[in-house]
Structures are given as structure tokens and as C-alpha cells.
């Protein structure tokens, strides 16, 4: 059974960054494809970039392009996301999740971690 | 703005049967997951792929897929049903996209 256990909450000032942890168990992490998905507060699901690992391949939504890094330990199975010059509109909960190939035409997110909030206020 | 377009709220009556749907050009080439989600609680796919639910899902859950519409379907809607259901296919870019969310209330 996979696991994704994410890192505790975090309070941020504007214009700082913020690194999110999300470790895996019981799977294999680095043929796993890890995404980031976020969710403002009253707000939907949005995401943000994956990686795979044993590829070092990392691809990120547009929005995002210009201030998220995302990258792996596959030594301690680990997937950050780290995102900078951080606004109030960052305020969210981050979810990591593993994202598995559904063929012949689509992809699931079948196992999440339980949420990181961000919170940035001055 | 999302490229996948879903109705905000839907409302059913207990025991009745709910289509959710979610609209987007990128459903023509690729299928849609979607996505219970609770408050306060992480998503959980109910549907993915060709109409494939994990084990665990009540088979009262099915998907199924027509030109740029997908659609989730709750057949015998039970009050544990009431949640936000999110779609999520691939967008233009081949990078990964929600729909908006559809709020379900059980009456």
C-alpha cells in the first residue's frame, strides 16, 4: 500500500518562498510519477507541475513556470516542491500525489499525501 | 480559467440517480478521472480511464464518455455521496488539468 506522508504546515511572508515535503512508502519511488496539486481555501484543485524521478524529468504548469521547483531524493524516496516570491493568493493547501498511467489514454491520481497549508501573511 | 468546464452545484434526491458532467475540447483524445473530495479531507479517484473504479468505490459510481463530454454517475445517490467532484484530463499542453468542481448536496 503506498503512502505519501507530506510535511507540517507552514507560515510564510510575503515575497519568501516555501518547501513542501512528501515522502513515499510501500511503492517503487523512482519509476513513480509524483504531481502537486493545490487548493485554495473555498476553492477547487489546481495543478501545479510532476516529476519522475528515475527520468529526472519535470514538467509544470504555466502558471507556475516561473516560481515553482519540484525535484526528488530517491536515497530517502522524497518529492519537494518548493515555490518563491510567495503572495497572499498563495495561501492554499498543497497536495502531493502519485500519478499512474491509465492506458491506452489518461492517468490517475491514485494515492495523495494528507495536505500541507501554506499560509502567507505579513 | 480551467480549461474543463463542470456545473458548480447539482442537487439529488437520496436514492436518485446524479450525472455530473465536465466539458473540455481535450476530452475528445483522452479520458477523464475524476475526484470525490470531503471537507477537510484529501481527493479520492472514484472513476479513471475507460470507466474504472478502484476497489473500495461502490459500483453505484460509473463514468462513461461522448465527443468533448465526460460524465460521472451516481445511480442510488446515498447521503455519504454529498461531496465536490472534481474531473481532470490532460490540457492542450499535455500538462494536467481540473475542471472547476461540481458541489453535490443529497436532499
Known amino acids: 500500500q503506498v503512502q505519501l506522508v507530506q510535511s507540517g504546515a507552514e507560515v510564510k511572508k510575503p515575497g519568501s518562498s516555501v518547501k513542501v515535503s512528501c515522502k513515499a512508502s510501500g511503492g517503487t519511488f523512482s519509476s513513480n510519477t509524483i504531481s502537486w496539486v493545490r487548493q485554495a481555501p473555498g476553492q477547487g484543485l489546481e495543478w501545479m507541475g510532476r516529476i519522475i524521478p528515475i527520468l529526472g524529468i519535470t514538467n509544470y504548469a504555466q502558471k507556475f513556470q516561473d516560481r515553482v521547483t519540484i525535484n526528488a531524493d530517491e536515497s530517502t524516496s522524497t518529492a519537494y516542491m518548493e515555490l518563491s516570491g510567495l503572495r497572499s493568493e498563495d495561501t492554499a493547501v498543497y497536495y502531493c500525489a502519485r500519478e499512474t498511467s491509465s492506458p491506452p489514454l489518461g492517468v490517475v491520481f491514485d494515492y495523495w499525501g494528507q495536505g500541507t497549508l501554506v499560509t502567507v501573511s505579513s | 480559467s480551467s480549461e474543463l468546464t463542470q456545473d458548480p452545484v447539482v442537487s439529488v434526491a437520496l436514492g436518485q440517480t446524479i450525472r455530473i458532467t465536465c466539458q473540455g475540447d481535450?476530452?475528445?483524445?483522452?479520458?477523464a478521472s475524476w475526484y470525490q473530495q470531503k471537507p477537510g479531507q484529501a481527493p479520492v479517484v472514484v472513476i479513471y480511464?475507460?470507466?474504472k473504479r478502484p476497489s473500495g468505490i461502490p459500483d453505484r459510481f460509473s463514468g462513461s464518455s461522448s465527443a468533448n463530454t465526460a460524465s460521472l454517475t451516481i445511480t442510488g445517490t446515498q447521503a455519504e455521496d454529498e461531496a465536490d467532484y472534481y474531473c481532470?484530463?490532460?490540457?492542450?499542453?499535455?500538462?494536467?488539468?481540473f475542471g472547476g468542481g461540481t458541489k453535490l448536496t443529497v436532499l
Open positions: 481535450s476530452l475528445r483524445s483522452y479520458y
Open positions: 481532470n484530463s490532460r490540457d492542450s499542453s499535455g500538462n494536467q488539468v
Open positions: 480511464g475507460k470507466n
